[in-house]
C-alpha cells in the first residue's frame, strides 16, 4: 500500500509566483487535510477536504491561499504571490472516513522555500 | 482541543522502556487521546490512539487512567530510530482536526 504521496518534496518559487502543492491520499481514503509547519514551530492546521468539499478551513490565511480535492485526482494546495513567510514545510495527512475514532497518516511533506 | 500537558523532554537508555506521561485534565467523555510523532522533519507518523481502555499495538502500548485526566505511551524497548518529538493530542468534541502543541522531545541515548 502507497501511503500519503506528496509533490513536489521541495520547491523553490520567486515572491509573487505562485506555488501549487499536491497530495494524493492513502488509497480508500477520501478526506484530507494541510498542515503548515514554519522552521522551528509546530504544526498549524489548515483545511479539511473531503471529496469535492471543504469541511473545515479555519487555519486557512484569509487571502492568495486555497485548496481543493476534485472527485478525480489529487488534493490541491494553492498560494497564489507566495512571499517570503510562505516558506515553510506543508504536510498532508489522509484518513479514511471521517468522525473521533479515525488515524491519519502524513505524507513526508513539500519543502516551500521563497527567494 | 482538550489541552494536554507534556514534559518538555526525555532522556531514554536504548533497549529500555519509555514511558512517555501526558495529562489531559479537561478532556471530554468523546474526546479520544492520540499519540503522533515527527522525527527530525519527516512527516509527523500515528502511533496509537485510545479513549477509556487502554491500548497496544505493534508500536507502542496507551494507558489510560480510569478518569482519563492523563495517560502514558510505552515504548517497551526504544532503540535509536525512536528519537522523536512526541505529540500528545485530545481532538476536541470529536474532531479530526488535529492541534499539535509543542510537544516532548525524546531522546534514545546508545
Known amino acids: 500500500n502507497a501511503g500519503v504521496m506528496q509533490n513536489p518534496r521541495h520547491l523553490v518559487r520567486r515572491r509573487g509566483q505562485e506555488a501549487r502543492l499536491r497530495c494524493s491520499p492513502m488509497?480508500?481514503?477520501?478526506?484530507v487535510y494541510w498542515y503548515r509547519q514554519l522552521p522551528e514551530e509546530g504544526l498549524k492546521f489548515m483545511v479539511y477536504?473531503?471529496?469535492?468539499?471543504?469541511?473545515?478551513e479555519s487555519g486557512m490565511p484569509k487571502e492568495r491561499f486555497s485548496a481543493e480535492f476534485p472527485k478525480e485526482g489529487p488534493s490541491i494546495l494553492r498560494i497564489q504571490q507566495v512571499v517570503r513567510g510562505d516558506s515553510a514545510a506543508y504536510f498532508c495527512?489522509?484518513?479514511?472516513?471521517?468522525?473521533?475514532?479515525?488515524?491519519?497518516?502524513f505524507g513526508q511533506g513539500t519543502r516551500l522555500t521563497v527567494v | 482541543d482538550a489541552k494536554t500537558t507534556q514534559p518538555t523532554s526525555m532522556d531514554c537508555a536504548e533497549g529500555r522502556a519509555a514511558n512517555l506521561p501526558c495529562n489531559h485534565s479537561?478532556?471530554?467523555?468523546?474526546?479520544?487521546v492520540y499519540w503522533y510523532r515527527q522525527i527530525h522533519s519527516q512527516g509527523p507518523q500515528y502511533i496509537i490512539h485510545g479513549l477509556k481502555n487502554n491500548e497496544t499495538n505493534e508500536m507502542a502500548s496507551l494507558i489510560i487512567t480510569e478518569d482519563r485526566k492523563s495517560s502514558t505511551l510505552i515504548l517497551p524497548h526504544a532503540t535509536l530510530r525512536d528519537t522523536a518529538v512526541y505529540y500528545c493530542i485530545a481532538p476536541q468534541g470529536g474532531s479530526e482536526k488535529l492541534v499539535f502543541g509543542k510537544g516532548m522531545k525524546l531522546t534514545v541515548n546508545p
Open positions: 477536504l473531503q471529496k469535492e468539499n471543504i469541511i473545515d
Open positions: 495527512a489522509s484518513s479514511p472516513y471521517r468522525g473521533p475514532n479515525t488515524e491519519a497518516f
Open positions: 479537561t478532556i471530554s467523555g468523546n474526546e479520544y
Open positions: 488509497k480508500g481514503h477520501s478526506h
